[in-house]
């Protein structure tokens, strides 16, 4: 009798789908298939979870909402209650207003900072890594993940990009100097339909 359970213990492991290990990419060839999966995507909005931890607590802050995106350079975040609040990036132009009805915040960021910047490195095939890039990429179970680190300069440390061979994003991490970490989860993906420039407003 211990022998048929062993047997059948054996026969049902032998069935469990064996654990896929990560496939490490040069960095050269993640960063290309980073820009191969989004080159067809035009816009895109999608719901979102995002975890935000600050250096300065201990509690994490999870909020949930919208993201919008439109290249070369629109960038449009709305979280909902009871962290209510819009952010709005257009190139290197930052508007935030946290709460119904407050005060609308306007910053500069330096231009190697915005949007088309960083897009302009994606437009065309790549033969190198851009000058002060740091990538490491891998695949598993048809997911990439590809770390960017930016360099010495900037506000961020390491960005970390999770997304599917036809450009659904999955996962998105912000890690900054300070100490601060943003993650965010995407659900509900729509590309391509043709959003406008009064879809990246603040109300």
């Known amino acids: 009798m211990k022998q048929l359970c062993m047997y059948l213990v054996c026969a049902l492991l032998a069935l469990l789908p064996a654990t896929v290990q990560a496939r490490a ?6 960063l290309e298939k980073l820009r191969q999966a989004f080159a067809a995507t035009r816009d895109f909005t999608a ?8 250096s300065v607590l201990r509690k994490k802050l999870v909020m949930k909402g919208t993201i919008r995106f439109k290249k070369p350079d629109r960038f449009l975040l709305v ?24 005060e609308l915040q306007r910053m500069v960021l330096p231009p190697d900072q915005g949007l088309r910047h960083w897009f302009s490195l994606l437009d065309k095939p790549l033969t190198r890594l851009p000058d002060g890039l740091k990538v490491r990429a891998e695949v ?37 100097r300070n100490g601060d970490k943003t993650v965010m989860q995407f659900k509900n993906l729509r590309k391509n339909t043709g959003l406008s420039e009064t879809d990246f407003r603040i109300n």
Not at 47 to 54: A, G, M, P, S, V
Not at 140 to 169: A, K, N, S
């Open 79 to 102: 979280t909902l209650a009871p962290y209510s609040g819009t952010t709005i990036l257009k190139d290197n132009h930052l508007e935030q207003r946290v709460g119904q009805g407050g």
């Open 47 to 54: 719901e979102i979870t995002q975890e935000k931890q600050l």
């Open 140 to 176: 598993q179970q048809g997911i990439y993940t590809v770390v960017v680190l930016p360099g010495e300069q900037g506000q961020m440390r390491e960005i970390t990009i999770q997304f599917l061979e036809d450009g659904t994003m999955r996962r998105l991490v912000l890690e900054e």
């Open 25 to 30: 990419l040069p960095a050269l060839e993640g």
